[in-house]
């Protein structure tokens, strides 16, 4: 929102988020006339991680209280009572946290062996203080956490006088053996477990999480590698790579417009957020200077998000805690990067001013290996790059009528190579389509503000006769205004919507398999009176959130609903 506005926040009372979605009381407590100094502790409708019932062991990767932005720094030793060290079933990791007083809401990291694990916003605490815990599903790193390694772990915060919260976390990870019958390795051009679907996370006080047994999917095949680039752009993969992702944990934050990169407006605009090119973004990745890859990147809203944090106290909204990799499918790149040389990988994000902060890309290399082989060789077949459209027309207010910024922005790239591999020669083509509408209004002052938006990310991976498609929408509709006696109230819902499936072609035909829709929904409703204590504030506000998965596996659906940072409804309709 308006930067303005969100200066009004300073020195305001500051709200909680968590993530591990429980199931509520049988009986919904009234909820008060307005909040109170404390509220129930955060969680979402989003279903726990499925785990195996096999033999587990836990083990303890971080223990910390961060009170500025010193780094957390320990070791690490791979479990060695659940199976072969590397080939787990399953390995999940949980971050239980807690925070009281006055803080904002800060961002930070988890790195293992230097390869960035989980990435995470935390929530901003009430007086009494709050709990939280995430839960997210890093199989996808098992050959990292199969050996020794060196742990750091960053939330980077300020206590003083005026912001008094510790942010006290614990993380541990559970590894799970194998099930005799399903076991570790599978089809190379598998999906990757967090590709098909937005994000999966869960946040959860003390109660207990319903059973999503009826929710099932096929496991995703671990890379044989990851490698980290860190602060290098330099990378050497295995000679023998047959496939290569790499995932981008993007965010735009950090404070600046940049965490409100979707608000910005071309310098002709009267608005307190500039960006010479409007709010227009995608984040790009490049090998050896050519385009590799296109992404749009989430419109994540943190916690104090839209001036307005008594919108996510209970309830925050998606991705806000569990940060989701950007991925791209580089595998028609392979025969050029296995050529035993080191190759230049860089990160861009289009739209963002010249020599502007408040973007971090950190970048994993996810590789799969052709064990029946030494060197995979291969080459390009086709790059194929659309131009970037991108057009923000800006019409100036007069009179009552609001200021007005219409935008529209796209593109599309398609690129194939293939690989000689021991199965035979197999070609893979990556087509990506981006697309973004917005419309934002304001009017002088910026006591109105408002913006609805809608990205599109459409991916099809193609590989032999096998075709991967994933469709993901983020959609935000907000409206923030200053009335009468300070009363800033804002309105806002977010979607999160994602549709995977794949065709696989046959001689008798095409075959459809694996489909499935994931939809998270989030509505919130706040008012309360700025620029006053905490205690004379009189916020009043509700928020609900759905999420529903439908597919092959089965389905799930669950509603959580609050008023005035009460739970008052908790429903499973799957």
């Known amino acids: 929102m308006r930067r303005r506005v969100m200066s009004m926040l300073v020195g305001a009372a500051l709200a909680a988020s968590t993530l591990l979605g429980g199931a509520g009381p049988a009986t919904a407590a009234a909820p008060p006339p307005e909040f109170g100094n404390d509220w129930h502790d955060p969680v979402t409708a989003a279903p726990p991680v499925s785990k195996p019932q096999t033999t587990s062991c836990e083990v303890k990767l971080a223990e910390a209280q961060f009170r500025d932005f010193t780094p957390y720094k320990g070791d690490y030793a791979p479990p060695r009572a659940c199976g072969e060290s590397g080939r787990w079933g399953k390995v999940v990791l949980r971050m239980d946290g807690k925070v009281k007083g006055r803080q904002y809401d800060r961002l930070g990291y988890l790195r293992v062996g230097g390869v960035e694990v989980f990435r995470m916003s935390t929530p901003e605490p009430s007086v009494d203080g709050i709990a939280w815990s995430v839960e997210k599903d890093v199989t996808r790193y098992r050959e990292t956490f199969s050996r020794d390694r060196q742990v750091e772990m960053l939330i980077g915060n300020v206590v003083d006088e005026t912001y008094t919260g510790i942010i006290d976390v614990k993380v541990t990870l559970t590894f799970y053996a194998p099930e005799r019958r399903n076991e570790p390795r599978q089809p190379r051009d598998a999906t990757l477990s967090a590709?098909?679907?937005?994000?999966?996370?869960?946040?959860?006080?003390?109660?207990?999480?319903?059973?999503?047994?009826?929710?099932?999917?096929?496991?995703?095949?671990?890379?044989?590698?990851?490698?980290?680039?860190?602060?290098?752009?330099?990378?050497?993969?295995?000679?023998?790579?047959?496939?290569?992702?790499?995932?981008?944990?993007?965010?735009?934050?950090?404070?600046?417009?940049?965490?409100?990169?979707?608000?910005?407006?071309?310098?002709?605009?009267?608005?307190?957020?500039?960006?010479?090119?409007?709010?227009?973004?995608?984040?790009?990745?490049?090998?050896?200077?050519?385009?590799?890859?296109?992404?749009?990147?989430?419109?994540?809203?943190?916690?104090?998000?839209?001036?307005?944090?008594?919108?996510?106290?209970?309830i925050p909204g998606p991705r806000a805690f569990d940060i989701k990799p950007v991925e791209y499918d580089l595998t028609p790149f392979a025969g050029l990067l296995n050529d035993g040389r080191p190759h230049k990988v860089e990160v861009s994000v289009v739209g963002v001013p010249e020599a502007q902060t408040g973007w971090n890309t950190p970048v994993n290399v996810l590789v799969w290996q052709d064990e029946q082989k030494e060197r995979v060789t291969g080459g390009l077949i086709r790059h194929a790059e659309g131009d970037l459209v991108n057009e923000p027309s800006y019409t100036p207010g007069s009179g009552d009528a609001p200021h007005r910024l219409q935008t529209r922005g796209g593109h599309r790239l398609s690129i194939s190579g293939y690989v000689n591999t021991s199965h035979g020669r197999v070609a893979t083509t990556v087509t990506r389509t981006l697309a973004n509408t917005s419309a934002h209004r304001w009017t002088e002052g910026e006591t109105m503000d408002a913006l609805k938006a809608t990205w599109t990310d459409r991916e099809t991976v193609t590989t032999g006769r096998r075709a991967v498609r994933r469709d993901r929408t983020y959609t935000m509709d907000g409206t923030t205004t200053l009335g009468a006696g300070d009363r800033l109230r804002t309105e806002i819902s977010l979607g999160d919507r994602a549709e995977s499936g794949t065709t696989q072609y046959g001689k008798g035909g095409e075959r459809r398999v694996n489909r499935s829709v994931t939809d998270d929904r989030y509505d919130g409703d706040a008012t309360y009176t700025a620029n006053v204590p905490r205690d004379q504030r009189h916020a009043v506000g509700t928020s609900r959130e759905r999420y529903r998965m439908i597919g092959d596996g089965g389905c799930y659906d669950r509603t959580l609903a609050t008023v005035q940072g009460t739970l008052t409804e908790d429903r499973l309709r799957c």
């Open 195 to 314: 590709t098909a679907a937005p994000s999966t996370q869960t946040a959860s006080s003390t109660q207990a999480a319903p059973s999503t047994q009826a929710v099932t999917s096929a496991p995703a095949a671990a890379p044989d590698r990851v490698i980290p680039l860190g602060d290098s752009t330099s990378l050497s993969t295995p000679r023998n790579s047959e496939r290569i992702v790499a995932e981008v944990y993007a965010t735009g934050s950090g404070g600046g417009c940049e965490e409100y990169w979707y608000l910005t407006v071309p310098d002709a605009a009267p608005y307190s957020c500039k960006a010479d090119q409007g709010p227009y973004r995608e984040v790009q990745v490049t090998v050896d200077g050519r385009l590799a890859g296109i992404a749009a990147p989430f419109p994540t809203v943190w916690t104090g998000g839209w001036s307005n944090p008594f919108l996510w106290y209970v």
